[in-house]
Nanobody, 126 residues
Framework: VQLQASGGGVVQAGGSLRLSCVGS????????MGWFRQAPGKERELVAAISRNSYNTHYADSVKGRFTISRDNARNTVALQMNSLKSEDTAVYFC????????????????????WGQGTLVTVSS
């Protein structure tokens, strides 16, 4: 599946952004999805993940209570709503997909994901 992420930009600390990722294939709903980010000089890290049926989600401790992941399988999209942004949220954000049979599993390791979007830059100014 090809993934196209969008929605990044420059925002002041305390502000909000909504990232969106669109998948190209009809079997988008066969994929567990995740958002990852990579800041300059740092390793890529999981931000949030969601199961195929949206029943289960997982968040990095650093974003719990501020970010929300959601998906719309009818539109082949997964979104990341980011509120109360901090300067340390500055990074390139990537969406990723993992083909899975089970509908309720979430996946938190980047190496598990087979498909990646191109990344969208989020810059939070303080």
């Amino acid at each position: 599946v090809q993934l196209q992420a969008s929605g990044g930009g420059v925002v002041q600390a305390g502000g909000s952004l909504r990232l969106s990722c669109v998948g190209s294939r009809r079997d988008f709903n066969m994929n567990a999805m995740g958002w990852f980010r990579q800041a300059p000089g740092k390793e890529r890290e999981l931000v949030a993940a969601i199961s195929r049926n949206s029943y289960n989600t997982h968040y990095a401790d650093s974003v719990k209570g501020r970010f929300t992941i959601s998906r719309d399988n009818a539109r082949n999209t997964v979104a990341l709503q980011m509120n109360s942004l901090k300067s340390e949220d500055t990074a390139v954000y990537f969406c990723a997909a993992k083909y899975v049979r089970r509908m309720e599993t979430v996946h938190v390791t980047s190496s598990e994901y087979q498909y990646w979007g191109q990344g969208t830059l989020v810059t939070v100014s303080s």
